[in-house]
């Protein structure tokens, strides 16, 4: 089993509609995860940190953790051509390396 | 406020020779980290490091490949006898403190040093 999966993708979605992303990991020791975007050729940028259980909202982004199901979701509101990206997920492990699933590529479509 | 520095930005070597990239973190952090990443493929860990200290090198391949994070300058990769396996991108991020809680574990990636072994 990876310590963290991820649909490959791509999801594809219109321009305005919601687009969700979803990743689970398999350490339960795990205490911060994170969701990154990145672009073709570019380096990845942080996109939200999320810590405790429940949903956490910024701007057009919801990042949504459930430890029990060991599960972490992005939704991305009214979703933009500007959007369409690979959305890395990614999870501390005990030694505080972040483990990254493989991506999913977002492709929004006007 | 600089981010995280990287060079070079592109390396071109020859099976058989020797790579260096070159990391320097933000101002105030202390903590390094090294990922690869392959085309179409996800970032994978390689080494963590704190000033004059590995701290996780799990990711390493056992040969070839060594890093380093001295008290003074940059953190470095060095690869040995490169091969077209080598090929990838190499990224460097730092974070100011490991841990847990809000803030913690948060790294803040270089634009990376893309590797080319002909």
């Known amino acids: 089993q990876k310590e963290v999966e991820q649909n490959s993708g791509p999801l594809s979605v219109p321009e305005g509609a919601i687009a969700s992303l979803n990743c689970t990991y398999s350490?339960?020791?795990?205490?911060?995860f994170f969701w990154y975007r990145q672009y073709s050729g570019k380096s990845p940028e942080l996109i939200m940190s999320?810590?405790?259980?429940g949903d956490k909202e910024d701007g057009r982004f919801t990042a949504q953790l459930n430890k029990a199901s060991q599960y972490v979701s992005l939704l991305i509101r009214d979703s933009q051509p500007s959007d369409s990206a690979t959305y890395l997920c990614?999870?501390?492990?005990?030694?505080?390396?972040?483990?990254f699933g493989t991506g999913t590529r977002l492709q929004v479509f006007p | 406020n600089a981010g995280v520095m990287q060079n070079p930005r592109h390396l071109v070597r020859r099976r058989g020779q020797e790579a260096r990239l070159r990391c320097s973190p933000m101002?105030?952090?202390?903590?390094v980290y090294w990922y690869r990443q392959l085309p179409e493929e996800g970032l994978k860990f390689m080494v963590y490091?704190?000033?004059?200290?590995?701290?996780?090198e799990s990711g390493m391949p056992k040969e070839r490949f060594s890093a380093e994070f001295p008290k003074e300058g940059p953190s470095i990769l060095r690869i040995q006898q490169v091969v077209r396996g080598d090929s990838a991108a190499y990224f460097c991020?730092?974070?100011?403190?490991?841990?847990?809680?809000?803030?913690?574990?948060?790294?803040?990636f270089g634009a990376g040093s893309r590797l080319t072994v002909l």
């Open positions: 991020a730092s974070s100011p403190r490991p841990g847990t809680g809000a803030g913690a574990n948060v790294l803040t």
């Open positions: 350490d339960r020791g795990s205490q911060s």
């Open positions: 999320i810590y405790s259980n």
């Open positions: 990614a999870v501390n492990s005990n030694t505080d390396k972040l483990i």
């Open positions: 101002k105030g952090h202390s903590h």
């Open positions: 490091l704190q000033k004059e200290n590995i701290i996780d």
